[in-house]
């Protein structure tokens, strides 16, 4: 190896956090938080440095600057507040500060009794413009100039409304409740209920080859609706409405209107076309063919969708099919909506999503987008690395102690990056437990799911306790909305505790960030219960996991808590007051019950 042409950087910069895959992706924060950073940072010798973290937001052409401070073994630590979305930059810079070192150098040989000094005074003389300087001088002077400068590499913070992480979501079929004009009856009693979002599924034209009929069946009889994801007919396709639920017009109240009531409508963004599709005449390359012609549609085995075919991102056309996907969006965008939900990412280049996604986000910076990616670890994580604010989960699947446990295990190792969003229940999916366990099952899956991730979601029906299968063996719904028109109506006996839930998330911070998190002991393992903090915000959730049986146990708060020797709670869902302690608390819990308990109230 040859010697550098110039001399190399002595102040070492190193584990600069947060930081994703070594700055290959931007770690995740919201609008209005602290990005806490921290650094080791060190160089030969002895000298004294300094270092300061600088960051800019979107757009900016300028740093600002924030101090890092020791903490002690070479670590420095500061912050800086993000008040934007959108893409945000920080950089480490470390320095040899020549006055500090100097002074720190004097000092010490004075504490030493060291009589002569002219020396030492004659150097800081020099350094401080002072040919007659004393040590009393010395010791008094102010910083000096900044030498020997090093700067880490430029990492990113992907900054979202708070709406990227803290939100409670509605889904429904515009179609079973009247279309756009029948939801917008609601909204006033959607907002009393607390929810943010309402996400609908597809709103656009539904093709009629291959159309599904009730209960998936594969022929459809006259009047079957037909699935919204089988999009696109002779009435047009990704950026077009279904006529029966409105048109554009009614669409753009709708969202205005919500919004007026502080809530969101989400758009799903299903990248599939029915047979129907005006893609398949307008851009045949878009689709993949088999050697015989025939065009190949979508199976999930044992599933099969005759009535949708995906379209081919390896077509040579790739980069138009990009740009059509990105005009869609946009549409919508257009139109006032701001979250999309998106159907399947995990089946789609993730190349695709990293730049759709930045291209909507460089100028819509409040842009949402939410991944329903039920794959392996590493593809629904990249997809939250490549940009989704938001993922669904495997909540669903998770419903004992051990499951949850290790479940949290994993939303926790990855909360610099992904977001969970954990939906009770979908249009695809109703779970054994909740199929078996009647309303004690429903109960326990809304708190758990309300009170352990600050984004959670419900569909249609389940605040009905909907809870019938297909066939034995099925997680799909018998007569599910998606092949057939229901009459819905916001009147199911679980509502109030929706409410009561949504209130308590909105009243209590802790509720509305996913840690810091503390599994409480309970010594019965159908009783799991956790301690969430934020500040002086304290919450207890106790949750009986047997839809079946009462259970008793205790609920164990450790002294690590901070907690004083006794103290007062009060029940979020019931109102009921009681005083509490470090250790050991008695539980007893119906079928499905739980406390939900803040502390100090």
Not at 40 to 45: A, K, L
Not at 407 to 414: N, P, R
Not at 477 to 504: C, H, I, M, Q, T
Not at 556 to 578: I, N
């Amino acid at each position: 190896m040859s010697i550098p042409k110039t001399a190399p950087p002595r102040v070492q910069i190193q584990e600069v956090a947060p930081q994703v895959d070594c700055g290959r992706y931007a770690v995740k924060r919201t609008v209005g938080d602290r990005v806490e950073v921290t650094a080791r940072i060190f160089r030969d010798g002895h000298e004294t440095l300094g270092a300061a973290v600088r960051h800019r937001g979107p757009d900016a052409t300028r740093w600002a600057e924030s101090p890092l401070e020791p903490l002690g073994n070479d670590v420095w630590a500061g912050s800086f507040d993000v008040n934007r979305p959108g893409i945000w930059s920080f950089r480490i810079e470390a320095w040899v500060d020549r006055v500090a070192s100097f002074q720190e150098e004097l000092r010490r040989k004075v504490a030493a009794d060291q009589s002569d000094l002219s020396g030492e005074l004659s150097e800081g003389g020099v350094l401080l413009g002072d040919e007659e300087l004393t040590v009393e001088a010395a010791l008094a002077a102010p910083a000096g100039a900044r030498s020997e400068k090093a700067w880490s590499g430029t990492y990113e913070v992907d900054v979202d409304r708070v709406l990227g992480r803290f939100g409670s979501w509605y889904e429904l079929f515009p179609r079973s409740w009247g279309g756009f004009a029948g939801v917008r009856t609601q909204l006033p009693h959607f907002a009393e209920l607390g929810f943010d979002v309402l996400y609908l599924p597809p709103i656009h034209p539904i093709g009629h080859t291959n159309r599904k009929g009730r209960n998936n069946a594969e022929t459809a009889a006259a009047g079957d609706v037909g699935s919204p994801w089988a999009i696109g007919s002779e009435e047009g396709g990704h950026d077009a409405i279904d006529p029966t639920l409105g048109n554009e017009q009614e669409l753009r109240a709708l969202v205005a209107e919500a919004r007026e009531h502080g809530i969101e409508i989400a758009l799903d963004f299903a990248i599939q076309c029915s047979p129907d599709h005006p893609w398949l005449k307008e851009h045949p390359e878009w689709f993949f063919r088999r050697p015989d012609g025939t065009l190949k549609y979508a199976e999930n085995p044992p599933k099969r969708y005759q009535d949708i075919y995906n379209v081919d991102f390896a077509s040579e056309d790739w980069s138009g099919l990009w740009q059509a996907l990105l005009d869609v969006v946009l549409h919508w965008v257009d139109c006032g909506v701001t979250v999309f939900r998106v159907d399947n990412p995990h089946t789609k280049p993730v190349p695709f999503w990293e730049w759709l996604i930045g291209e909507v986000r460089r100028e819509h910076p409040d842009v949402i987008f939410l991944a329903e990616a039920f794959t392996r670890p590493a593809p629904m994580t990249t997809l939250a690395r490549a940009g989704f604010a938001q993922s669904y989960t495997y909540f669903t699947w998770k419903n004992t102690r051990w499951e949850l446990l290790e479940f949290l295990g994993q939303l926790l190792e990855w909360r610099d990056f992904y977001r969970p969003n954990c939906f009770v229940n979908t249009p695809d999916i109703l779970h054994e437990y909740l199929q078996s366990g009647g309303r004690p099952a429903f109960e326990a899956r809304l708190v758990l799911a309300a009170t352990l991730s600050p984004s959670y979601g419900i569909y249609s029906g389940f605040e009905q306790c909907e809870d019938v299968p297909v066939r034995p063996g099925s997680e799909e719904y018998l007569n599910s909305e998606k092949y057939e028109l229901k009459r819905r109506r916001l009147d199911g006996p679980l509502l109030p505790l929706v409410a009561r839930l949504n209130a308590a998330r909105r009243e209590n911070e802790a509720l509305q960030w996913l840690d810091p998190l503390t599994i409480l002991e309970t010594e019965n393992e159908q009783l799991f219960a956790f301690l969430k903090q934020r500040g002086e915000n304290r919450v207890v959730t106790v949750v009986n996991l047997d839809p079946q049986s009462p259970q008793v146990g205790v609920c164990v708060l450790p002294v690590s808590t901070g907690l004083p020797p006794a103290y007062p709670v009060r029940d979020l869902l019931t109102d009921e007051r009681w005083t509490w302690r470090i250790g050991r608390n008695y539980i007893k819990l119906d079928p499905g019950r739980s406390h939900v308990l803040r502390i100090g109230a």
